[in-house]
């Protein structure tokens, strides 16, 4: 007997195609949320998830291989999120504006969920290990790129390596905040604009 790959693992069996098929997918994926939430990792388990979602173990299986395979879902389901929001992000006038909009798309969009979005930080890193879904990457890199190109930040940050910088900052104060219980988002905003255009003040003045 073959034993089934760890990628096999990790899709989905099949996608719903009927709206209650869908709706019973889109339950055992915002059950599992909510297990994550209110128990952590240690209880979070199938059965749990198929307990709260308020159906048999072997409904969630007819969609899901795994706890894995729900957990890369209910990522994917955050990622959609996040990139909705960023979609409202490409009508700015300025660099500035844009990298502020981006930092409060973040901040928002963590301190909604906070406990769940920081372990799924740590879940995204096991469970894409490959690097196969780069979407969100790519969208940060895109949207950041295109404010250091605007006029008003300095031209000697307008590389990858500056954009990745930016997203390396936004990200570790906004997780650190939101491991540390901290939901002041206007203040959150504040620090890492700071730190955010401090960072593109020392590129311009050319410190080291």
Do not use: W
Not at 71 to 99: H, M, P, V, Y
């Amino acid at each position: 007997m073959h034993k089934k790959s760890s990628r096999s693992l990790l899709e989905p069996r099949k996608k719903p195609v009927q709206a209650r098929s869908a709706a019973t997918v889109a339950t055992i994926i915002e059950a599992a949320a909510c297990i994550l939430e209110q128990r952590g990792l240690a209880d979070y388990t199938t059965n749990a998830i198929a307990n709260l979602a308020g159906v048999s173990p072997g409904s969630i299986y007819q969609y899901f291989p795994s706890r894995d395979a729900i957990t890369r879902a209910l990522i994917e389901r955050e990622t959609d999120l996040l990139l909705g929001d960023f979609s409202e992000l490409n009508a700015f006038s300025s660099g500035r504006e844009g990298l502020g909009s981006l930092i409060g798309a973040m901040v928002n969009r963590q301190l909604k969920r906070p406990t769940l979005t920081c372990l799924l930080n740590i879940e995204r890193k096991r469970l894409f290990a490959d690097d196969r879904d780069k979407r969100l990457k790519n969208e940060l890199v895109r949207i950041v790129l295109s404010c250091l190109e605007r006029s008003d930040l300095p031209a000697t940050a307008r590389h990858s390596p500056a954009a990745a910088d930016l997203i390396a900052i936004i990200g570790g104060i906004v997780d650190s905040a939101a491991q540390r219980g901290d939901a002041n988002a206007p203040l959150l905003i504040s620090r890492v604009r700071r730190a955010i255009f401090g960072y593109l003040q020392i590129t311009c003045d050319g410190l080291e």
